[in-house]
Nanobody, 115 residues
Framework: QVQLVESGGGLVQPGGSLRLSCAVG????????MGWYRQAPGKQRELVAF???????SYVGSVRGRFTISRDNAKNTVSLQMNSLKDEDTAVYYC?????????WGQGTQVTVSS
């Protein structure tokens, strides 16, 4: 059974930082490309950061230079370091493989950026 468990969200002021983590089980983690996705209220879920099985990364333009995705294949975890957070980063953040599989979504972790 595949499990993806996100953690690390919270309330932060604009300009602040958070580090999200995702523990992955039930798949051969090192063979999968991974992504961090987010869904803001009233909007569709979007991919914000991608990391290949080999460590190549890419980002959506709105977070490039502020967010950093990383993975630890020994621990089956993928992380997202988020700096210089903005109000518009407020969303529920999820990890999944890339491309995402619908039956892999976890509960996500809420990130709220507000003063």
């Amino acid at each position: 059974q595949v499990q993806l468990v996100e953690s690390g969200g919270g309330l932060v002021q604009p300009g602040g930082s958070l580090r999200l983590s995702c523990a992955v089980g039930g798949i051969i983690f090192g063979r999968n490309d991974m992504g961090w996705y987010r869904q803001a209220p009233g909007k569709q879920r979007e991919l914000v950061a991608f990391i290949s099985s080999g460590g190549t990364t890419s980002y959506v333009g709105s977070v490039r230079g502020r967010f950093t995705i990383s993975r630890d294949n020994a621990k089956n975890t993928v992380s997202l370091q988020m700096n210089s957070l903005k109000d518009e980063d407020t969303a529920v953040y999820y990890c999944n493989i890339w491309p995402a599989r619908g039956n892999y979504w976890g509960q996500g972790t809420q990130v709220t950026v507000s003063s």
